[in-house]
């Protein structure tokens, strides 16, 4: 059974500390973002990732999308990304914006599902930056439930999903919930809107060309 402590009455420290250190040694925890609950894990521990697809039962065809503290953080795990991504990056984030682009070498091929494309997201919610800043990677930021079911808005319907199979749901309380990140695949300097979500496509036209 997963652990849930509550950020508002334990120290940020003790909780930062204790989910890097589980991270760090493969395993998988989740935490509150700005749209819902996430699993978090290091993406260049394929055993970690492995443990994400089991914990969701998610099929090897669906591929990770991962979060980052920066758009440096994010060039880093890019393969010479467009000015439009730049554009884009700097007009909504952090926010709820998943920007897909060719992934650098340094990604494992099972986090892009094989794929060579890699989603990356800056969220607003400020533990989860802290979490990637005290990790110093990007973590995974697939939705913490099962595949094809609800996504989570609280620690305790993270809990009775996949609580079993993990050894940490840190609890930040009721998440935004609503719609989740808007997902625009980026080829050169045009892009396309391939999920609907938090950003409204009226705010992306002018730019998506």
Sequence with gaps: MAEILKVESTSLEYVLEHAVRLIQGGR??????????????????????????????????????????????????????????FTLARKFWPGALTLVVPASSQIPLKVTANTGKVGLRWPQAPFVVSLITAADRPLTGTSANL?????CSTADEVDCQIGDVLPLIVDGGLTPGGQ???IVELAGETGRIVRQGAIPESELKEYLG
């Design 147 to 151: 595949s094809d079911m609800e996504s």
């Design 28 to 85: 998988v925890v989740a935490f509150p973002t700005d749209t819902f609950y996430g699993l978090g894990a290091d993406p260049f521990n394929l055993s970690a990732v492995s443990e994400i697809f089991r914990i969701k039962r998610r099929t090897a065809d669906r591929p990770l999308p991962l979060l980052v503290n920066s758009i440096d953080q994010a060039v880093d795990l890019a393969h010479d990304p467009p000015k439009l991504f």
């Design 180 to 182: 989740a990140s808007t």
